[in-house]
């Protein structure tokens, strides 16, 4: 959202001025907590939070995992980054997970997340997440808290609109924020030509019910503008889908004057079922494109990366009844819909009220071809007919809404810096909190789906000003909870967050906890290169590939002494953690490796790749601290020059026999 910023400024000091607003930053930043805010977010040591939090880590491409309302910080996820803490990204194993189309992406920018839904309701099973740059969706398992599959979408640039799940998780629907020549054309066209050439892409990715595989079941070919955010209908609305749409005049430069002309963009509705009937008749055509799918296998404890290379396309211009376009004002960012899934709420981003569209007044207006005319083929529905209400004066930049199945709407105003409470009734604003602030999105555990557990409502903020120690150029970010049981929303924590955050998700703690994995069987590891006792330990030379098959347990490798590398060898550490307890992974770190940890859970292989620089000795250790004699836990390595005589040997617990190193002269 930073790059809204400046234009919001803007509009808000013309809006202050016109319609009185409060200025950006709240009168009262210090002292907004009151009384008994502090036991509300206390949670004794040793007692559990009573929900979890999966905060988006922004351009950290990572996943937070946060308690509330403590707001204790319990699991950072890497998705789409690497992350050395655990060697995601370092492993052999872990590098496909972050290969592309474009090759190895170490790093991408994450914004939103969406659990899984059976029934409408939070299932516990996984978290999905968008990568917004390469754009790809990811899975992550929460019996583990680990990636489990990345897919990449091809016909798609800033993949900003997604993830957003169906009801039963049928899909997981990915918009792209740019609109882009499609993969299979040339592209290489003139930028001014965007109206001509560049065409905006909606991926519906199919979820199995019961592994959670992902596959890219067809995508939407639709006008070219910026798809920014959705939401699937539900109860009612299930079966649609609800997107916000700016540029909607295709600009395609200073998108911040240009895209900002038109007084109304659009909501596109778009009725999936319908795609899947035109699906199912064949009507979709097969496009070349290029893609990567990522796959990681819990039993070999490793990743498989597959290029694709078809996708089906349906056309929504030429194939009727898929879309259709509600005018919104104005720039819409935010696209929620409420637990019944009559409420449609578009939250302009320039816009001094909010419009609340129902799904029936829709259905009406479609029905009855109540049309202002068409867009690129797609017809617009009338705004008046699909409106059911407008929230007026709700404060400034209004940004996402969450909802607290209790007949109220939460939007967050990043102008205003503040977080406003509103009767979806009757449009009323009930309460109005200041954030500090800049908010930008915010959660309420299952708030965006039918039922809602409104205990909580967490604000995540774009600028943290006097709120903690500085730490030189840059303030930590920061996230704040509010208690929502009574009328008026109750400050009760702050807390900082990691990167940016933007979308979070949260539900009960009792959903996802007792399905936790708490080791992996020794005896179900199906890695190649698992050594399942002590006895398996050995080092393997062929060519100039020499692989270590190692084992770790409390508080030794085996084998911990190895002769016999030469300059030249590439090496591949196979570390197998023999424990089969709870919570005991063994590290593994070796000089001159790219990473200082290679964490390796119970019942796991990770291997890690070593080319040494120079002849000479090497030790390795556990970064791990996992007993008294942690310390202990390590090894040497003795690599000699590449024309040397010495042997292969290796040992643990005795000396190695003399072993002398000889140049030998061809
Ligand atoms: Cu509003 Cu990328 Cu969802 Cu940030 S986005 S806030
Ligand atoms: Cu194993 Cu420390």
Known sequence: MKNFKSKLMVAAGICALAFGFQSCKPKNAGNAVSGDAAAKAYVAPGKYDGFYNFVSGGFSGQMSVYGLPSGRLLRVIPVFSVDPEKGYGFSEETKPMLNTSHGFVPWDDLHHEDLSQTNGVIDGRWIFANANNTPRVARVDLKTFHTAEIIELPNSAGNHSSPFITENTEYVVAGTRFSVPPDNVNGDVPINSYKKNFKGTISFISVDKTTGAMSIAFQLRCPGVNFDLSHSGKEKSSGWFFFSCYNTEQANTLLEVNASQRDKDFIMAVNWKKAEEYLKAGKGEKQTV???????????????????????????????????????????HGCDVDPTGEYIVGSGKLAALIPVFSFTKLMTAISNKDFIGDYEGIPVVKYESALYGEVKKPGLGPLHTEFDGKGNGYTTMFVSSEVVKWNIKDLKVVDRQPTFYSPGHLCIPGGDTRSPNPKYLIVYNKITKDRYLPTGPELAQSAQIFDITGEKMQLILDFPTIGEPHYAQAVASDVIRSSSVKFYKLEENTSPFVSKGESESKVVRKGNRVDVYITAIRSHFSPDNIEGIKMGDEVYWHITNLEQDWDVPHGFAIKGALTGELLVMPGETQTLKWTPEKPGMYPFYCTDFCSALHQEMSGYVRVSPKESSTALLFSTGKN???????IVKN
């Open 290 to 332: 290029k893609y990567v799918h990522n796959v990681y296998n819990e039993n070999t404890h490793s990743a498989t990366s597959e290029i694709k290379t078809e996708v089906i396309v349906l056309d929504t211009k030429t194939l009727k009844d898929i879309c259709y376009f509600i005018p919104c004002p104005k720039s819409p």
């Open 656 to 662: 190695l026999p003399p072993n002398d190193s000889t």
